[in-house]
């Protein structure tokens, strides 16, 4: 797939159709799309999802197989294929012949047992031949007579058994042809205008395979903000109004979409449309399209289009007129697959929960793409609660450079076992590397008898605890302002930070210097900044 990027700000629409688009750019976002707000895509998900490729969980192949062979299309070409044994007449190009082409479409379910079969149904059966052909799922032979012939392809078998590795790579393989064929028509309009010049003008055909690649480009990018959303969406909200689809791929990082700008979202959506229309036959996604009567050029006969009527604020089935999307399991594993060979990094979820505790928090601690969240669910589920908790807490110490994190894992995951680990983090209440945050899990459940600890670990376990937090912000100033704000700062501050610049932790410069920088009060700012260069000086 194209690497997918957010649109700077002198970065026209990829795959923008042209003038004429009669859809609704002159309302507000809000108004289009804030039906939704509710469902799960609210802007700072919105801002992940644009710049993350995260990890997703999937059924199991046997599960996602089911699904390939419950799709419509999937099962028609199936279905064809063993209609062919032993083998039944095509024409020389492989088609159905003449006769063979009404008794197809039945088949299928397309037409009715008796009389003329619909010209659409028998279009239908015919699409789903050429698909059975694309597949080898039928295998195209001329006889010693001279007849041309199709029969069963070796494939069919153990896809018709449920073989998921052969349905998988058969669906997968289908996928890629109705993309590709779904680019093909949207350049196809650029194409017919152009033909004529094409023919004698080399930059005619130029025009069109850059449309061609403009728009393979804009589905490229559509579907990777799928993926990325879908996985962060809770579960029974996947589902993406088309508008927001198109402004994450339209509007620059951090700006509002200006008029011009709902422009480029109104024309990316008609270009995604019928792309998006086409992969629905696959699976690979859900789709509603753009109501067609959106595109009415008159609205109550005032020369206005109907889509341009004043901006009223829309419910959640008006919202849903101009387009939704959602991505299904299937899409997903299409999408990964296809992310993988062009070598990008998809994990899914529960990667990192595969081996003991120490694999655990030292993957979930480096790497750059991950769900802390996800990744301890899958690791504690059906664990016995004293044993893990043990087997956390050992791999938590140290004083190495992701120790702070693995500690701050360590806690989260002792929340997932809940009170049954109680004994094995008594065990641990001496420990000056994990006695403090034990006390403090311990509280966090209300537990009464916990004693208080001493200074040395009190202080050791602040400095440890905000290093935690740094790491884990990436030491963003505004995701750590209320935790500064928040640290048990005296009356005399000279004399607190005087005992924590002495604290021995790999991180308490570090900490320092942050408190220095963000502490809303002057005087205790200065105090750390101090603090900070006193521990700089030590080391």
């Known amino acids: 797939m194209a690497a997918r990027r ?84 095509v024409d020389e190009f492989g088609d159905l012949t003449g006769p063979d082409r009404a008794p197809a479409a039945r088949l299928l379910g397309l037409a009715p047992a008796e009389g003329d079969a619909p010209e659409e149904a028998v279009v239908e059966a015919m ?17 010693a007579a001279g007849e041309h012939v ?73 579907l990777q903000v799928l993926y990325e959303t879908t996985a962060f969406a809770e579960p029974g909200h996947e589902t993406v109004p088309l508008g927001v689809l198109a402004a994450l791929l339209v509007v620059p990082e951090g700006e509002e979409p200006s008029d011009e700008l709902l422009g480029d979202i109104t024309d990316v959506m008609v270009a995604l449309d019928p792309m998006l229309a086409d992969l629905a036959e696959l699976g690979v996604l859900e789709y509603r399209p753009i109501d067609p009567e959106l595109f009415d050029e008159e609205d109550e006969g005032e020369g206005r289009p109907a889509a341009q009527a004043e901006p009223a604020e829309l419910d959640e089935a008006e919202s849903a007129r101009f387009g939704l999307v959602r991505l299904t399991p299937l899409g997903q594993y299409g999408i990964r697959q296809w992310l993988l060979e062009d070598g990008y990094d998809a994990p899914l979820v529960g990667d990192l929960a ?128 209320d935790l500064v704000a928040e640290l048990p700062v005296t009356d005399e501050p000279g004399g607190y930070f005087g005992e924590l610049w002495r604290v021995e932790h790999p991180y308490t410069a570090d900490v320092l210097e942050a408190v220095g920088e963000l502490h809303p009060d002057r005087a205790v700012a200065k105090e750390a900044r101090k603090a900070a260069f006193k521990a700089r000086s030590k080391g």
């Open 150 to 222: 199709a029969v069963p392809g070796p494939d069919l078998e153990p896809a018709e058994a449920g073989d998921a590795d052969t349905v998988l790579e058969l669906w997968l393989t289908a996928a890629g042809i109705v993309r590709e064929l779904a680019v093909e028509a949207d350049s196809q309009e650029l194409e017919a205008e152009d033909g004529e010049q094409a023919e004698e003008d080399e930059d005619g055909l130029n025009e069109v395979e850059e449309a061609r690649d403009e728009a393979a480009e804009l589905l490229d990018e559509a």
């Open 354 to 481: 595969r081996g003991d505790a120490a694999e655990l928090l030292r993957g979930v601690s480096e790497a750059a793409n991950v769900l802390p969240e996800e990744e301890l669910k899958v690791w504690v589920a059906g664990r016995e609660p004293v044993a893990a908790a043990r087997e956390l807490l050992a791999a938590a110490r140290g004083i190495d450079a992701y120790a702070p994190m693995r500690r701050l894992l360590c806690h989260s995951a002792l929340t997932l076992l809940g009170a049954p680990a109680e004994p094995a983090v008594r065990e641990v209440l001496d420990d000056p590397e994990l006695g403090g945050g034990a006390r403090a899990w311990l509280v966090s459940l209300g537990v009464a008898d916990v004693p208080a600890p001493d200074r040395a670990m009190a202080l050791w376990t602040v400095v440890d605890a905000f290093a935690a937090q740094l790491l884990d912000t990436g030491g963003d100033p505004d995701q750590l302002r």
């Open 127 to 143: 699409r789903a031949w050429s698909l059975a052909c694309d597949l080898d799922l039928v295998e195209i032979g001329t006889t």
């Open 6 to 89: 957010r649109r700077n700000a002198d970065t026209p629409a990829a795959g923008a159709p042209g003038e004429g688009a009669v859809l609704p750019a002159d309302l507000e976002l809000q108004d289009l799309y804030g039906a939704f707000a509710a469902h799960g895509l609210d802007d700072d998900d919105l801002d992940d999802a644009a710049v993350l490729v995260p990890p997703i969980a999937l059924p199991s192949e046997p599960e996602l197989a089911g699904l390939a062979k419950a799709v419509p299309m999937f099962g028609w070409a199936l279905a064809l294929a063993r209609w062919a044994a032993p083998h039944r007449a």
